[in-house]
């Protein structure tokens, strides 16, 4: 089923994103993590993609299809030649998976820019049209920013890009993680004033550990709200700062859900704990059904 007729339903979707393994030490975690929060229901969940271990990502997707019955999205990028993207797509058509998202990717090198591996595939967009061009049928996700990614210079170049992912052929549109809900809210006003109807899904991430948030503010551009810094600097250790990650991404889902978005997408980073906590409120809540 392709997502983008989920994110239509009325009620909001929930879904995880897991991280491909990078050797085999990782895989049993990520075996515990997927099983574990296959039992609570995701609507979909998507792969990330690691050139290295590329085929791994795509035995995951199907094994998460087939085993668990639910729709998993395999993450594609500019890391493959076109031959070789195409050689990856058949694939896909072949063993039934019936999204992609499509990504410009990062380099496999922290720090480094990333090189496209064909000149035909440099940015997102040139991917999501790719698979178009094709004539391939699968429903294709592309990825936004809510705010400035590093490697912008500024917040229009991001929001053009994100343009011309929907005009290329993105179904729908997932937004790297954000803390203040603000930055999201005004991106959709502004994709709705420039005509851009696609679903643009909310990608949320509970604070693990110090250490985790500067790494992947530093990567995303993500500012984080003062009164949270605060409270994770005055945090006696790590599991405090945990459950003020968890506490505060529950404040965050709790209005989005209010404001009627399409679905909320956690990044897990292959933890569990998490993302059960939040779903657990929310649902007491009564904000999403159980």
């Given at each position: 089923?392709?997502?983008?007729?989920?994110?239509?339903?009325?009620?909001?979707?929930?879904?995880?994103?897991?991280?491909?393994?990078?050797?085999?030490?990782?895989?049993?975690?990520?075996?515990?993590?997927?099983?574990?929060?296959?039992?609570?229901?995701?609507?979909w969940?998507?792969?990330?993609?690691?050139?290295?271990?590329?085929?791994?990502?795509?035995?995951?997707v199907?094994?998460?299809?087939?085993?668990?019955?639910?729709?998993?999205?395999?993450?594609?990028?500019?890391?493959?030649?076109?031959?070789?993207?195409?050689?990856?797509?058949?694939w896909?058509?072949?063993?039934?998976?019936?999204?992609?998202l499509?990504?410009?990717?990062?380099?496999?090198?922290p720090?480094?820019?990333?090189?496209?591996?064909d000149p035909?595939?440099?940015?997102?967009?040139?991917?999501v049209?790719?698979?178009?061009?094709?004539g391939?049928?699968?429903?294709?996700?592309?990825?936004?920013?809510?705010?400035k990614?590093?490697?912008?210079?500024?917040?229009d170049?991001?929001?053009?890009?994100?343009?011309?992912?929907?005009?290329a052929?993105?179904?729908?549109?997932?937004?790297?993680?954000?803390?203040?809900?603000r930055?999201y809210?005004?991106?959709?006003?502004?994709?709705?004033?420039?005509?851009?109807?696609?679903?643009?899904?909310?990608?949320?991430?509970?604070?693990?550990?110090?250490?985790?948030?500067?790494v992947m503010?530093a990567?995303?551009g993500a500012t984080?709200?003062?009164s949270l810094?605060?409270?994770i600097?005055?945090?006696?250790?790590?599991?405090a700062?945990?459950?003020?990650?968890?506490?505060?991404?529950?404040?965050?889902?709790a209005?989005?859900?209010?404001?009627?978005v399409?679905?909320?997408?956690?990044?897990?980073?292959?933890?569990?704990?998490?993302?059960?906590?939040?779903l657990?409120?929310?649902?007491?809540?009564q904000?999403?059904?159980?």
């Amino acid at each position: 089923m392709r997502i983008v007729e989920m994110l239509s339903r009325p009620r909001p979707s929930v879904s995880f994103e897991f991280m491909a393994p990078r050797d085999e030490s990782e895989v049993d975690v990520l075996e515990r993590t997927v099983a574990t929060l296959a039992g609570h229901a995701p609507d979909w969940v998507s792969v990330t993609y690691r050139l290295r271990t590329g085929e791994k990502t795509l035995e995951l997707v199907t094994r998460i299809k087939r085993h668990y019955h639910i729709e998993a999205m395999a993450h594609l990028t500019c890391a493959n030649s076109a031959d070789r993207t195409r050689q990856i797509l058949n694939w896909m058509e072949r063993e039934g998976i019936a999204n992609v998202l499509a990504l410009r990717g990062d380099s496999q090198n922290p720090g480094e820019r990333f090189t496209p591996a064909d000149p035909q595939l440099t940015h997102g967009s040139d991917l999501v049209a790719f698979v178009r061009r094709n004539g391939y049928r699968f429903g294709i996700g592309a990825a936004c920013s809510a705010e400035k990614h590093p490697e912008s210079p500024d917040l229009d170049h991001e929001f053009r890009y994100m343009k011309l992912k929907v005009e290329a052929g993105a179904d729908f549109l997932i937004t790297q993680l954000f803390f203040d809900n603000r930055f999201y809210f005004d991106l959709v006003a502004r994709a709705r004033a420039a005509g851009i109807t696609v679903p643009i899904v909310p990608g949320l991430m509970p604070v693990p550990s110090r250490r985790s948030l500067a790494v992947m503010t530093a990567m995303s551009g993500a500012t984080v709200p003062v009164s949270l810094q605060a409270a994770i600097d005055r945090a006696p250790d790590e599991e405090a700062v945990r459950n003020i990650g968890v506490g505060h991404c529950i404040a965050q889902c709790a209005e989005l859900l209010e404001a009627g978005v399409p679905g909320l997408h956690f990044y897990t980073f292959n933890r569990a704990r998490g993302p059960i906590e939040i779903l657990s409120a929310l649902r007491g809540q009564q904000l999403l059904a159980s």
